[in-house]
């Protein structure tokens, strides 16, 4: 079984500021690795994923995150952050798309 | 719509009860997942659907919980003799199942509170 550990419950940052989310993951095999953005009132949207390939990923709206395999961790990171990114974030892993574990979740609240 | 429905959006119920959640999965998408979301957690997985058939129903709680896809299109999570630790926020999620790039697509969850 896989584990995802989101350390940061809740990260404040003024908008402009870059803002680095963390996740780390425990697992015996391979697997593939997510992020997940919720807005208020909508349903959880893909941000950005590693399948394979190249450890830096790049996703919607800026967002990049890079695998670190050493560290089991994959950190979502944005250089630059708006009001409109305000939303809660999970990082999820997998080994084979049956089952997918969720962080409990990282609010960013980006403020003016 | 183009996106995953899931109905009823709000249920309020007493303990004890029975409880029935429904989710249409976007057309064409094969595999069907439930997640519940209790308040402050992350999605925690109850059942996979390939097709017709559970292909992973590990996370289902206890036997009070069932899942049923009978047509490989609509699924609906059927909760008996509901306990107040059922409340949450169950969501439905579906994808390619045949090519999965690993995306699910989710819908925005039915809140089901038990008194």
């Known amino acids: 079984a896989q584990s995802v550990t989101q350390l940061d419950s809740q990260v404040p940052v003024f908008e402009e500021a870059p803002v680095e989310l963390r996740c780390n993951y425990s697992?015996?095999?391979?697997?593939?690795l997510f992020w997940y953005v919720q807005y208020p009132n909508q349903g959880l949207q893909l941000l950005l994923k590693?399948?394979?390939?190249?450890?830096l990923v790049k996703g919607i709206n800026g967002f990049e995150a890079e695998f670190n395999k050493s560290q089991t961790s994959f950190h979502l990171r944005k250089p630059s952050v708006h009001i409109s990114d305000t939303a809660e974030y999970f990082c999820?892993?997998?080994?084979?798309?049956?089952?997918?574990?969720f962080g409990s979740g990282t609010k960013l609240n980006v403020k003016p | 719509g183009a996106g995953v429905s899931q109905t009823p959006s709000n249920k309020v119920t007493e303990k004890g009860k029975y409880v029935e959640l429904r989710c249409d999965p976007i057309?064409?998408?094969?595999?069907l997942y439930w997640y519940r979301q209790s308040l402050g957690q992350g999605p925690e997985f109850l059942i996979y659907?390939?097709?017709?058939?559970?292909?992973?129903d590990s996370g289902l709680p206890n036997d009070r919980f069932f899942a049923v896809r009978p047509e490989g299109s609509v699924s609906t999570l059927k909760i008996q003799r509901t306990e107040r630790g059922d409340s949450a926020v169950y969501l439905c999620?579906?994808?390619?199942?045949?090519?999965?790039?690993?995306?699910?697509?989710f819908g925005e969850g039915s809140r089901l509170t038990v008194l």
């Open positions: 999620a579906s994808s390619f199942g045949g090519s999965h790039t690993g995306e699910l697509f």
């Open positions: 697992s015996s095999v391979s697997v593939y």
């Open positions: 590693y399948l394979s390939g190249s450890t």
């Open positions: 999820a892993v997998s080994d084979n798309f049956n089952k997918f574990y």
């Open positions: 057309s064409g998408h094969t595999a």
């Open positions: 659907f390939q097709g017709t058939g559970a292909a992973d």
